[in-house]
């Protein structure tokens, strides 16, 4: 599903997509596409992300314009915002209550696990503009990465093959193939070996 290019000077390995089209302004979006993508995150907000069915909560982030590999799971309690700019590869596991902003677009790999209550956030505000102007940069989260529990990815950040994010860290910068990081903001732990990249960690338990 994901094609990366070969990892070297230009930075982290990350999933290169065909159909994901990172969105940098809010004006090239029209009326009836804002529409359907308020009802959408009130729906699947409020009351769909609490359904205990898979298919259920998948199928709708799909039809809202969501494109989710097989053998992923997100589990309940999650929040999304702008589910058309949502990209996630396969047998991803996505834990409970994690928040995707993707107003500017979250690119997901395969293989990837995303533990309970971390926050993913494609977009901010220029604390120097009289309009408080939003500037829209995507996340992109390459092949085997783990982010455990309570970690934030800001937006522009690019997580690299197989790397690691540890609890409740702050990524706000770009993160190298197989680095460890952590702390606030992260930095470079430790290095994982490349032998650790070979599970698919498929975790679809019923009514989770």
Request: charge should be positive; aromatic fraction near 8%.
């Amino acid at each position: 599903m994901t094609t990366p290019p070969a990892a070297g000077p230009a930075g982290p390995t990350v999933p290169q997509r065909a159909d994901f089209h990172p969105r940098y302004t809010f004006t090239e979006i029209s009326t009836i596409a804002k529409a359907k993508n308020r009802v959408g995150i009130l729906l699947y907000n409020n009351i769909i992300t609490y359904i205990p069915s898979h298919t259920v909560r998948q199928g709708f982030l799909r039809a809202f314009g969501a494109k989710i590999g097989k053998d992923t799971s997100i589990l309940r309690g999650c929040q999304v915002f702008d589910i058309d700019q949502i990209r996630i590869g396969e047998a991803c596991s996505i834990g409970f209550r994690v928040l995707f902003d993707a107003r500017s677009g979250i690119c997901i790999g395969d293989n990837v696990v995303i533990a309970s209550d971390t926050q993913i956030i494609a977009g901010k505000h220029d604390p120097a503009s009289p309009e408080f102007e939003a500037i829209l940069e995507p996340v992109y989260i390459g092949d085997h990465a783990w982010i455990a529990s309570r970690a934030t990815v800001v937006s522009g950040v690019s997580i690299g093959r197989g790397a690691v994010v540890a609890a409740c860290a702050l990524v706000s910068r770009d993160v190298d193939d197989l680095d460890i990081v952590g702390g606030v903001p992260a930095k470079t732990i430790s290095k994982r070996p490349e032998s650790a990249l070979r599970y698919r960690p498929k975790y679809r338990p019923l009514f989770y």
